[in-house]
């Protein structure tokens, strides 16, 4: 029963050419820190920054492929580390997640919410809709499977109106930062089954290079607290996204904060080993 390590490299509603090498960088990194193998799933292309519906046509076809390989790997009782480009490739791998494990709750951790729903949306950005399309708010071909009470965001502070109302009249949980984060997190979770979520721009920028800049982020030390406090738990699964390959265009790659987020990450990719050593 090995870890299955999955780096998408097709198109996800990209707004640069930073995410697709930035995966492959974090991607490879955590395949040293694991000592397997990422299996690539699509092909670069270079970023449209269209409209959704644009975005969404043109990455289809390689967010298929990924939902392929994750339920694939679902079916062969691996454990699931993901490393995204972006944060509407989720719209592929949380449906599978669903399927396999309907008792599971996903903990969301992002600068942003990703409720929107198309109607919704005030600046079309296929991103916004990323959690909203597995909650079943609206169809993006790719299918659901989550319902609001099974939903846990961490970290957001960049919240539409629209997505502000859906959270408070749906009573989806939305843990903050602040004090006593991680015990916040467990008694939202429940005792029940948790697949993670990581958009890096949950962090504070200054710290890792991301697409959206939104100050007051988690520390790298907030964050692993809070990995830790769910690694207690069963986790069935980890996925990684919007790590972009460096700070600006042509500049050096961010190698040394790659191997901070997966220090960071250390405590989910250790329960990852540990279940599967327990189940051999």
Not at 107 to 131: K, Q, R
Not at 234 to 252: I, M, Q, R
Request: aromatic fraction near 6%; include cysteine; charged fraction near 20%.
């Amino acid at each position: 029963m090995p870890i299955a390590l999955t780096v998408h490299q097709g198109r996800a509603g990209d707004h640069n050419d930073l995410g697709i090498p930035g995966t492959l960088l974090l991607a490879n990194a955590i395949g040293v820190r694991l000592g397997i193998e990422p299996v690539i799933v699509g092909t670069p292309e270079p970023a449209l920054n269209a409209n959704w519906d644009v975005e969404l046509e043109a990455a289809l076809p390689g967010l298929r492929a990924l939902q392929q390989r994750m339920d694939a790997v679902q079916r062969a009782g691996d454990w699931s580390v993901a490393v995204l480009n972006r944060c509407a490739a989720s719209l592929a791998t949380l449906p599978v997640i669903a399927k396999h494990h309907p008792d599971t709750v996903v903990v969301w951790f992002d600068a942003h919410a990703d409720l929107n729903t198309p109607e919704a949306s005030e600046t079309g950005y296929l991103g916004g809709l990323a959690l909203s399309g597995p909650a079943g708010m609206w169809d993006s071909g790719l299918g659901n499977g989550y319902s609001f009470d099974r939903v846990i965001l961490v970290g957001q502070r960049s919240i539409d109106p629209f997505e502000a109302e859906l959270i408070a009249s749906e009573g989806i949980a939305l843990i903050e930062r602040g004090e006593h984060l991680a015990e916040r997190l467990t008694e939202a979770i429940a005792g029940r089954p948790v697949y993670v979520h990581i958009d890096c721009d949950v962090l504070d920028p200054e710290i890792v290079p991301t697409d959206y800049r939104i100050p007051d982020g988690l520390t790298f030390a907030e964050l692993r607290s809070a990995l830790e406090a769910i690694a207690q738990g069963e986790v069935l699964g980890l996925e990684v996204t919007e790590f972009d390959y460096s700070y600006t265009v042509g500049g050096p790659p961010a190698a040394a904060e790659a191997e901070a987020i997966i220090e960071t990450l250390s405590p989910i990719l250790e329960h990852g080993s540990r279940r599967l050593t327990a189940l051999a």
